[in-house]
């Protein structure tokens, strides 16, 4: 079964930046939307940013003009760049992903396992 990789999370200081990226695990025969959620402690999971397959970007008010998503199609990887970072995006940062697998018809939708993301001095 496909599974979404995330990596790219870590430790960082406020106002500093990280790249979180997410590919499937192995081949698939397309990728539809995709998009980033997060969840804090003790919080609901919460969508950050959303693309779609022609690249049409949403995103949530509280990361507009930090954070910015983009995918590679080629390369069926989908990015997140979050600069200046706040102590309330720490989180723990899921990728999500509507795909068909290689050699199957049906489109199905996926999670990764997560990647934390925390912003401390």
């Known amino acids: 079964q496909v599974q979404l990789v995330e990596s790219g999370g870590g430790l960082v200081q406020p106002g500093g930046s990280l790249r979180l990226s997410c590919a499937p695990s192995?081949?698939?025969?397309?990728?539809?939307?995709m998009g980033w959620y997060r969840q804090a402690y003790g919080k609901q999971r919460e969508l950050v940013a959303a693309?779609?397959?022609?690249?049409?970007?949403n995103y949530a008010i509280s990361v507009k003009g930090r954070f910015t998503i983009s995918r590679d199609n080629a390369k069926n990887t989908m990015y997140l760049q979050v600069n200046s970072l706040k102590p309330e995006d720490t989180a723990v940062y899921y990728c999500?992903?509507?795909?068909?697998?290689?050699?199957?018809?049906?489109?199905?939708?996926?999670w990764g396992q997560g990647t934390q993301v925390t912003v401390s001095s």
């Open positions: 693309i779609t397959s022609g690249s049409m970007t």
């Open positions: 192995r081949s698939i025969a397309s990728i539809y939307s």
């Open positions: 999500n992903a509507a795909l068909i697998s290689a050699g199957e018809t049906g489109l199905t939708d996926y």
